[in-house]
Nanobody
Framework: VQLQASGGGLVQAGNSLTLSCAASGRTPFTMFAMGWFRQAPGKEREFVAGISRRADMTFYSDSVKGRFTISRDNDKKLVTLQMNSLKPEDSAVYYC?????????????????WGQGTQVTVSS
């Protein structure tokens, strides 16, 4: 599967952004749990949010819970991350990943496929 992330940009603290991740390829999209991760300079890639294959389960890191919402449209092969009440500490490159293992991975090594990343910068 190929993943294409988009939607990043520069916003002021308190504002919102929506990231999208479009999947393509022959493998059925529903074979993958999907996740969003982020990586700030000098830091490891960290889990942000994940969603199960049928969108019946979602998971969030404590740092974004209540502010971010992950969703997916299996017909359109699309995953979105709605980010509200953004903070400067949310600034990072955001990556979408596809996980064909069991459950919804929360570690980067559990994801085999990655998009190219999209930069999110939140100014104070």
């Amino acid at each position: 599967v190929q993943l294409q992330a988009s939607g990043g940009g520069l916003v002021q603290a308190g504002n919102s952004l929506t990231l999208s991740c479009a999947a393509s390829g022959r493998t059925p999209f529903t074979m993958f749990a999907m996740g969003w991760f982020r990586q700030a300079p000098g830091k490891e890639r960290e889990f942000v949010a994940g969603i199960s294959r049928r969108a019946d389960m979602t998971f969030y890191s404590d740092s974004v819970k209540g502010r971010f919402t992950i969703s997916r449209d299996n017909d359109k092969k699309l995953v979105t991350l709605q980010m509200n009440s953004l903070k400067p500490e949310d600034s990072a490159v955001y990556y979408c990943g596809a996980d064909h293992g069991v459950g919804v991975g929360k570690q980067a090594h559990e994801y085999y496929y990655w998009g190219q990343g999209t930069q999110v910068t939140v100014s104070s």
